[in-house]
């Protein structure tokens, strides 16, 4: 059974740097499209973007300035990086596989909750 | 970027009704559509896949249909496990985009 576990700071200040990072267990992260999706607050979900197949990665439009996901297969992890937070940047961060391209999302991670304040 | 538009945003109903939710995409994506369903505190479930098809351990009362630009989820008799917020996603061409969510609540 796979599973993903998020973890990273739950409190940023505006400007920073959000990091969070994934855990998967279960499976190996070098076949797959690993994403990061959000749930903002009284809003619908938003797909971030994913890394997969050593490392080639695809951004929202939305927010390509400002991420970068990375894989680090020695320890089955893949981060999120995003930079210049906002207030607007307050959201559940999901971590998520998808089997492959044109594949739903079989799985995903319980999320990790940053709030973004000063 | 492909829009989702789910209807209705939020619906009251009992256990045993039938209940349909829609989403329509601004551009043809033939059947690569998604059904989430996402509980309080919980992540989002994958229960339908490509527009039609139930994922491995959803109840038969789950459905899906559609292709193209059109799509419904039908709950045949509610349970009352079924009460939480749906979405619908394509994943036919990037970026994913998800609809707004339906939120069905207890009549």
């Known amino acids: 059974q796979v599973q993903l576990q998020e973890s990273g700071p739950g409190l940023m200040k505006p400007s920073e740097t959000l990091s969070l990072s994934c855990t998967v267990s279960g499976d190996s992260i070098t076949p797959y499209y690993w994403n990061w999706i959000r749930r903002r607050p009284g809003k619908g979900l938003e797909w971030i973007g994913y890394i997969y197949y050593g490392g080639r990665t695809n951004y929202n439009p939305s927010l390509e300035s400002r991420v970068t996901i990375s894989q680090d297969t020695s320890t089955n992890q893949f981060s999120l990086k995003l930079v210049s937070l906002t207030a607007a940047d307050t959201a559940v961060y999901y971590c998520a596989r998808m089997y492959g391209y044109n594949y739903p999302i079989d799985y995903w991670g319980q999320g990790r909750l940053v709030t973004v304040s000063s | 970027d492909i829009q989702m538009t789910q209807s209705p945003s939020s619906l009251s109903a009992s256990v045993g009704d039938r209940v349909t939710i829609t989403c329509r995409a601004s551009?043809?994506?033939?059947?690569?559509l998604a059904w989430y369903q996402q509980t309080p505190g919980k992540a989002p479930k994958c229960l339908i896949y490509?527009?039609?098809n139930p994922q491995s351990g959803v109840p038969s009362r789950f459905s899906g249909s559609g292709s193209g630009t059109d799509f419904t989820l039908t709950i045949s008799s509610l349970q009352p496990e079924d009460f939480a917020i749906y979405y619908c996603?394509?994943?036919?061409?990037?970026?994913?985009?998800f609809g707004q969510g339906t939120r069905l609540e207890i009549k």
């Open positions: 490509a527009a039609i």
């Open positions: 996603q394509q994943y036919s061409s990037l970026p994913i985009t």
């Open positions: 551009q043809d994506i033939d059947i690569w």
